[in-house]
């Protein structure tokens, strides 16, 4: 017969003389590995607060017998395990994020009453989550795809979410039509792929009968989509919105997110590596910068209009396929963004915050952009499939950190327990049940609308679908416009039916032939299909340089990651005089060898941070590389050590070489220029390190 023990976690419980070291054995001698971690542990108990004696048994008959249905500890816990998966978001679904605060620097006086617009220097805590929008929440970081930048600030007045993307514009003018575009980017639904992409068919022919999307597909298809970090984009409202003072008058309103540490994109053969390097590339930068105190920040800068001077735009500042040129309407920077805490726990809080662009405080209102009227109802609706039950708003996360009180009562999971008698309005049974406040209200704008005609009606000033296109293509240098041409022929490379990649050339002839003729090439094309028919006249706009990414923030390595590849018998002394200088200049600098502990020349055994073939270049932002000649002709022959110099170099990378490395640059094709030096003094290193070596892209060549 089986000895029987009870299996507790102490094994002295035991009524049996052998059972101390049988209990071990049966438990896979958890505690005696758990006792040797040391800590002091709270009892583990049930939901019900039951200490469990037994965490590793199910309640059996006899050691070798059925187990019970009566072990309701094993059934509170497979069933809670059951049901640990909420729905994902349908777009959006993943996502990272961080608490942090608001910091207000030029009050909006006089424009609104919202105190967090308000109120000099006053703190308003944040938590933010950026996202990609088409992949599922398993999916990986750094596909090309917008970029979701989600703000919800915790006011004094209420919540107001900013729920914006990393791209001033979208797709499409009308919330009509958002389920069709989703359907068309997602996975196809015969074959369930591509996941996170867009170079598929079903998107492209989406696309190619919307030409209201083009303007947003050059942003799309430029390096905007393929950020370097979540810490180094822009964010948009995207919508004009207004602003409300206490007259009740309004200002039209467009909010612009900028990062301290300068937008900075990848190259897309870098993004297409970076997928199998790392998959989690974005939110383990984001974590680590902030783990390190290098907490992310941006600045807060806002459009302000009339609706006078909205009447004289060449475009409709309703039209969310629009933006305003910096150079039509400067930006006003009021206050700063910084996120300084990482969330406790990933589910309960980056998963369960649910936004809401409704969620607005007094002072803060909507305009009539059709696209984010839809959205108004669409976020509220999710939130309840979603999350499961309209009490969402009592998560931690989600709910408010002011005062708030209403007679919404009961439903699934009501985590309050309200008292009285009172549950209604008008009411006199009880003199603190809640009323509203005619005088701190939200007031909507007192809108006048003159147009009586109701109906299904896009306005004729939406029409223009290719002058803003243009006018981001234009602005580009060089270098952005070859990678924007390269990236419509990968995607069309992809879509297997001819007439959608025609169609989609002909939109590109009417936005710019040069564009248009390079995709032909690039696609292999032997004639141009005819330019499509757009129906009002295209507006050549003055070119915008704050469109670009080249040359729009200063060249720093602030925020970056400098990898150094060392090996057996480097010179430590080198190494230190790298790091040293890297990280004064603001960059985190990270050891890569071949083996995961290496010897330095002066004997001192170091445990670096990457293994090679595990922590290819990709990972970082410029290189060095300190090595003894002898492990140089070794690694000259270990692909992984060839293909760091060479995808560092091709993805226009900094690199600080010693003679010993120089066998394995031969290998791995680098060219001598502005951008490789030598290791006698970091300064050269770290003067070109701040940027991409932009000579050596192709398109650079091209006038
Ligand atoms: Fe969203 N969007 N959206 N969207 N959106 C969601 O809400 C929707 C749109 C954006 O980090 C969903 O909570 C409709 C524009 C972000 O949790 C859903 C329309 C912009 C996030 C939804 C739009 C956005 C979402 C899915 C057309 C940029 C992630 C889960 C009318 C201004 C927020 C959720 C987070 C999420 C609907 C268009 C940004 C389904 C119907 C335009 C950043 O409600």
């Known amino acids: 017969m089986a000895k029987r023990t009870q299996g507790g976690s102490s094994a002295k419980s035991s009524t049996n003389m052998s059972a101390p070291k049988d209990a071990e054995t049966r438990r896979g ?13 709270p009892p583990m108990t049930t939901q019900q607060g039951t200490v469990i004696s037994d965490n590793q048994n199910s309640l059996t008959q006899g050691a070798k017998g059925p187990t019970l249905l009566e072990d309701f500890i094993l059934r509170e816990k497979i069933t809670h395990f059951d049901h640990e998966r909420i729905p994902e978001r349908i777009v959006h679904a993943r996502g990272t994020a961080a608490h942090g605060y608001f910091e207000l620097t030029d009050p909006l006086k006089g424009i609104t009453t919202a105190k967090v617009l308000t109120e000099k220097g006053a703190r308003t805590p944040v938590f933010c989550r950026i996202s990609t929008v088409a992949g599922g929440a398993g999916s990986v970081d750094t596909p090309r795809d917008v970029r979701g930048f989600a703000v919800k600030f915790y006011t004094q007045e209420g919540n107001w979410d900013l729920v914006g993307n990393n791209i001033p514009v979208f797709f499409i003018q009308d919330a009509m039509k958002f389920p069709d575009l989703i359907h ?19 998107f492209w022919d989406y696309i190619s009968l919307t030409p209201e999307a083009m303007h947003m597909v050059m942003w799309a298809m430029s390096d905007r989509a393929i950020p370097r970090s979540i810490r180094m984009i822009e964010g948009f409202g995207i919508h004009t919105f207004r602003l409300i003072n206490a007259k009740g008058e309004s200002t039209f309103v467009k909010f612009h997110w900028r990062p301290k540490l300068g937008l900075q994109s990848t190259v897309w053969d870098e993004a297409v590596k970076l997928q199998c390097a790392d998959n989690d590339f974005h939110r383990r930068d984001l974590f680590e910068a902030i783990q390190a105190g290098q907490y992310p920040e941006w600045e807060l800068a806002v459009q302000l209009f009339s609706e006078e001077e909205a009447a004289g735009f060449p475009f409709d500042h309703l039209d969310p396929t629009k933006l305003i040129p910096e150079e039509l309407v400067p930006l ?13 726990n990933f589910f309960a809080e980056t998963e369960q915050v649910a936004f809401c662009p409704a969620n607005v405080v007094p002072g803060i209102d909507f305009s009539n952009d059709p696209l984010l009227q839809g959205r108004l109802f669409s976020y509220l609706d999710t939130q309840l499939s979603r999350l499961g039950s309209p009490n969402f708003a009592q998560l931690p996360i989600n ?35 809640p009323r509203a406040s005619a005088a701190t209200g939200f007031q909507s704008f007192a809108e006048r609308i003159d147009d009586p005609a109701k109906g299904r009606i896009r306005p004729e000033s939406f029409a223009d679908h290719y002058s803003q296109a243009r006018q981001f293509y234009r602005s580009q240098t060089p270098v952005e416009q070859g990678h924007i041409a390269s990236a419509i022929v990968f995607e069309l490379s992809k879509v297997e039916t001819a007439e959608v990649v ?46 670009r990414i080249i040359g729009k923030a200063k060249d720093t390595l602030e925020g970056r990651v400098v990898g150094i590849l060392v090996a057996e018998g480097s010179n430590g002394k080198a190494v230190e005089s790298f790091r040293k200088a890297a990280e004064k200049a603001g960059a985190m600098v990270k050891l890569v060898a071949p083996t995961k502990r290496v010897s330095f020349k002066d004997g001192t055994e170091v445990t670096v941070d990457g293994q090679l073939a595990g922590t290819p270049s990709v990972v970082f932002d410029a290189v060095v590389s300190i090595l003894m000649p002898k492990e140089g002709e070794k690694l000259a022959d270990d ?65």
């Open 184 to 202: 068309a980017v997602k996975m196809e639904p015969d074959r369930g792929y591509p996941q996170a992409a867009s170079a598929h068919d079903t």
């Open 29 to 41: 001698n958890a505690g005696e590995l758990q006792q040797q971690a040391g800590g002091e542990h």
């Open 502 to 547: 025609e169609r989609v050339v002909s939109h590109l002839r009417v936005i710019d032939e040069g564009l248009a003729k390079e995709v032909g090439k690039g696609l292999g094309m032997s004639k141009l299909p005819k330019a499509a028919k757009p129906t009002v006249p295209v507006q050549d706009m003055p070119d915008s340089p704050a469109l």
């Open 399 to 433: 709910a408010p950190k002011c005062p708030f009180h209403n007679n919404q009562r009961d439903g699934h999971m009501q985590m309050q327990v309200p008292k009285g008698r009172v549950a209604y309005e008008p009411s006199s049974l009880e003199g603190n049940s």
């Open 639 to 703: 692909p992984a050590a060839v293909s760091w110099f060479s995808d560092a170099y091709h993805h226009l990378k900094a690199i600080a070489a010693c003679p010993g490395t120089q066998i394995i640059l031969e290998r791995a094709h680098v060219k001598h220029d502005d951008g490789v030096v030598g290791i006698d003094d970091p300064k050269p290193f770290i003067k070109v390190a701040g940027t991409r070596q932009w000579s050596r892209d192709p398109a650079s060549k091209k006038k």
């Open 332 to 344: 006003r920077t009021i206050g700063r963004m910084v996120l300084d805490r990482w969330p406790d």
